[in-house]
């Protein structure tokens, strides 16, 4: 089992930005990239940011690959995700994801999920 504690949503105006954090109890072989996933009102879940704790490796959804920056700490078993010139479509509930790399950074789920957090962007 892999506890995942998310921070940093919140509600914001368009063009401004957010950063998402989530630190993982444990990482191991099959937990070697974590990532983040949205869903927002209506529709199916979507990973839109993942990496490798292993190489570093990064994936992006297209919709946020100019916009969105994934980074990760191992000291500190944290990843973050750096979102900027939010748009009023980013309006989701942010899930922090751990798993397998070979999933993830393809753009696939991981295993375990965060709680969720909420990020709203309106005028």
């Known amino acids: 089992q892999v506890q995942l504690v998310e921070s940093g949503g919140g509600s914001v105006q368009p063009g401004e930005s957010l950063t998402l954090s989530c630190r993982t109890s444990r990482r191991a072989w099959d937990l070697n990239a974590m990532g983040w996933a949205r869903q927002p009102p209506g529709k199916a879940r979507e990973v839109v940011a993942a990496i490798s704790w292993d190489d570093g490796n990064v994936f992006y959804h297209d919709s946020v690959a100019a916009r969105f920056t994934i980074s990760a700490n191992a000291a500190q078993n944290t990843i973050y995700l750096q979102m900027d010139d939010l748009k009023p479509e980013d309006t989701a509930v942010y899930f922090c994801?751990?798993?397998?790399?070979?999933?993830?950074?393809?753009?696939?789920?991981?295993?375990?999920w965060g709680q969720g957090t909420q990020v709203t962007v309106s005028a």
């Open positions: 994801s751990a798993g397998l790399a070979s999933a993830l950074t393809r753009g696939r789920p991981g295993d375990f």
